[in-house]
């Protein structure tokens, strides 16, 4: 049984291409077995320092956070295939832990007779 684990995957690209980029990366991601949770724009930002890629500098990249669930052999083809896509720049995964959810014990009713008194003294 392959255990599923929680990433955040984290990428950098050349602006114009950025509807491109995403789906091609959300469908490559979704074909090796992850289930997409989020997808959050970081917006388009200053790159800490040049980055050389495919025969060109960057200095500036769009970036994105993607919230996952895949299994763990997902780090390295991913990794591989976007290492190959010429609007990507950097990409990571960050493994997470998903919070655990408790599950609600009900509602407590509230006296409003005590709240009223308590406030006339």
């Known amino acids: 049984?392959?255990?599923?684990?929680?990433?955040?995957?984290f990428f950098i690209f050349l602006k114009p291409e950025?509807?491109?980029v995403l789906k091609r990366t959300v469908e490559a991601l979704m074909e090796r077995g992850a289930v997409v949770?989020?997808?959050e724009n970081l917006g388009e930002r200053s790159l800490p320092y040049k980055i050389s890629k495919h025969k060109e500098r960057h200095r500036r990249g769009g970036?994105?956070?993607i919230d996952l669930e895949g299994p763990p052999s997902i780090v390295s083809t991913m990794m591989d295939h976007l290492g190959?896509?010429?609007?990507?720049?950097?990409?990571?995964?960050?493994?997470?832990?998903a919070s655990k959810?408790?599950?609600c014990s009900?509602?407590?009713p509230v006296n409003y007779e005590d709240k009223?008194?308590?406030k006339k003294k």
């Open 1 to 9: 049984i392959s255990h599923f684990l929680f990433f955040f995957f």
């Open 18 to 20: 950025t509807a491109a």
């Open 37 to 39: 949770r989020n997808l």
């Open 63 to 65: 970036y994105f956070l």
């Open 84 to 97: 190959r896509d010429i609007d990507v720049i950097r990409r990571a995964f960050v493994k997470h832990h």
């Open 101 to 103: 959810t408790e599950e």
């Open 106 to 108: 009900g509602i407590i």
């Open 116 to 118: 009223l008194m308590a």
